[in-house]
């Protein structure tokens, strides 16, 4: 998804692309998506799509965040920052199959699909400039190429660029690789890009459940072994995201339907620690509002409690989670994007908002040069991008590290921390309002010079 969103943002760049999937998945719903119109909202130039009956939009108002003790909690409304509301929760596939319906329909790339990427050879060779090597002299009374498109499928050119075998037996040649096939990408193996991190020694599981009654607010429980989430899909649809040991991942994977939405009835609701009490907010706002700055709506609403899970609609499925970076994005004709490049904790929904930030960032640089002249696989444009997107996020990933470190731990002195920072966040009014207009893109943060894309990733 990621490098079709690429794609998409170097229309008219007269560039010839190619799309290589794993699978061919994007057949499937393209009859649907032909009456979707995509278009690029300007502002943050997030891609967003539109459709009919088929698929919806889900408009996402508010948000509880608590600690497991009831120490503390947050909630987050789109009111507090005069909106109606604070995002969009859009299907991955959807998404997807919108961004592929768009390429088909528009034909600037070509999908190659069912295939797989056997290898690929970089060669560290000079960048590749066209007028130079039309204006080299005949070697050895040999003919040279006299025009570009006699140069493009010459020796002269595939020589310098980078040669991908694909496992149908075919062979592909690039001025530029980009890897957006995710964390485990085989093009950053066969590139030789080496990688840092660690394992968190969590998994995610992950599925879709049917509650009581339908609404659009979610809902996050930091529990002691990793935060449980409730996300909104539409009608009476949320996903589940459940941070938890392998042991304990593995165990609701193996219960019962009927088990398995007890479990997570309980520990959304009756587990562990009591409910949060809003009283604390309110006392500190009417005695202290000197402190607090200006009110903001959701100080004076109670907590509510998430909706009663009533039944299971897919498979559960589960992942390990771990923190991964790459030391370069960028090499001689190669390129990383994505989860290829940085992957992290999924508490906060920044992984697929730091890929569509690598993804804006290379349309952009590519764009700049070709305007230029400039060959987009030259190390030195593309070192450009690395720099650029080195500088937002490795500061999120320490960031979203940190919180996973302090979320985790079931420790009484980090438990008063994490509940004076649920409190800090409810009676603030500015800071609540800073936050909420940074998770909507509409604001940086001081340590951020660029600011990312915003499409929460659960």
């Known amino acids: 998804m990621i490098f079709s969103n690429i794609v998409t943002r170097l229309a008219g760049s007269h560039l010839h692309l190619k799309l290589i999937l794993r699978n061919n998945q994007h057949h499937l719903h393209v009859r649907k998506m032909k009456n979707i119109q995509i278009h690029l909202k300007i502002q943050k130039n997030m ?3 539109l459709w009919g009956e088929e698929w919806w939009v889900l408009q996402l108002v508010v948000v509880w965040v608590w600690d497991y003790t009831g120490w503390g909690y947050t909630r987050y409304n ?3 920052v005069g909106k109606s509301v604070l995002g969009y929760v859009v299907e991955n596939k959807v998404l997807h199959n919108a961004l592929l319906s768009c390429l088909q329909d ?16 970089f060669k560290p060779n000079s960048p590749l400039v066209a007028k130079s090597m039309l204006s080299q002299e005949p070697k050895n009374n040999k003919a040279s190429p006299t025009s570009y498109q006699e140069l493009k499928g010459s020796s002269y050119i595939r020589q310098q660029l980078a040669k991908v075998e694909l496992n149908d037996g075919k062979y592909l040649y690039a001025r530029l690789v980009v890897g957006a096939d995710g964390g485990r990408s085989q093009v950053r193996s066969m590139a030789g890009f080496q990688t840092t991190g660690w394992d968190y020694k969590q998994h995610a ?14 809902w996050q429980r930091f529990l002691p072994n990793g935060p449980l989430a409730l996300l909104p899909m539409g009608k009476k649809f949320f996903n589940i995201v459940w941070s938890t040991t392998p042991e304990k991942a593995s165990e609701l994977k193996g219960m019962t339907e009927d088990d398995f939405i007890k479990s997570v009835n309980n520990a959304l609701v009756h587990d562990y620690g009591s409910h949060p009490q809003s009283q604390f907010s309110e006392i500190i706002n009417g005695r202290f509002k000197w402190l607090t700055g200006e009110l903001v709506p959701s100080i004076s609403e109670p907590f509510q409690t ?13 992942f390990p989670l771990s923190l991964m970076h790459a030391s370069d994005y960028a090499s001689n004709r190669v390129v990383l994007v994505g989860d290829a490049a940085h992957t992290v904790h999924p508490l906060a929904g920044q992984g697929v908002n730091l890929g569509f930030g690598d993804a804006a960032a290379l349309a952009r ?9 400039s060959d987009i696989g030259e190390i030195s444009l593309l070192k450009k991008y690395e720099r650029e997107r080195k500088l937002v996020n490795l500061p999120m990933m320490a960031v979203l590290d940190g919180f996973q470190r302090i979320f985790s731990a079931d420790f009484g002195p980090v438990n008063l921390l994490r509940a004076a920072a649920f409190n800090g966040v409810q009676i603030l009014g500015p800071l609540k309002k800073q936050i909420i207009s940074y998770a909507m893109g509409e604001q940086k943060l001081p340590m951020f010079p660029f600011n990312h894309n915003r499409v929460v990733d659960y």
């Open 47 to 49: 891609i967003l799509p």
């Open 365 to 373: 640089i590519l764009n700049e040069g070709i305007v230029t002249g």
């Open 205 to 218: 599981l992950i599925c879709t459940v049917e509650v009581e009654t339908e609404n659009q607010i979610a």
């Open 78 to 80: 789109a009111r507090d």
């Open 106 to 121: 528009t034909g600037f790339a070509d999908i190659i699909s069912p295939v797989q990427v056997k290898s690929v050879l």
């Open 306 to 318: 998430p909706p009663r899970i009533i039944g299971l609609s897919t498979a559960r499925m589960s």
